[in-house]
């Protein structure tokens, strides 16, 4: 089928085109276009999940490690508190894991 653009480059085929759908157009490398109609599909939303960690066994994890400087010692702290998200904050984590003196 042969189609001709308008003076507005708008290509019209009631056969090819239903009003009101979507499509995708990408030049070919031997010059041809290539037209995809997109469809939509339908995705199952994505459900958080709450994952609760042992308070206690988080402090110990932290106080029986090896010394670390401060900057590993952070981001291990972030690293647990994006894992236990909602449970722990980091305020509790950097409280609990300083030495006694």
Do not use: Y
């Not at 189609?3 to 480059?9: E, I, M, Q």
């Not at 276009?33 to 939509?40: D, F, G, M, T, Y």
């Not at 042992?54 to 994006?82: G, M, S, T, W, Y």
């Amino acid at each position: 089928m042969k189609l001709v653009a308008d003076s507005r480059g708008r290509l019209t085929a009631a056969d090819l085109f239903r009003p009101n759908t979507a499509f995708d157009a990408s030049p070919q490398p031997d010059g041809s276009i290539r037209i995809v109609e997109l469809v939509e599909k339908k995705v199952s939303p994505v459900r958080q999940v709450k994952v609760k960690m042992d308070r206690q066994a988080v402090i110990e994890f932290i106080r029986n490690r090896p010394r670390k400087p401060a900057k590993e010692v952070l981001a291990e702290a972030r690293k647990l508190r994006k894992q236990c998200r909602g449970t722990v904050s980091m305020s509790d984590i950097l409280k609990w894991t300083e030495a006694p003196h």
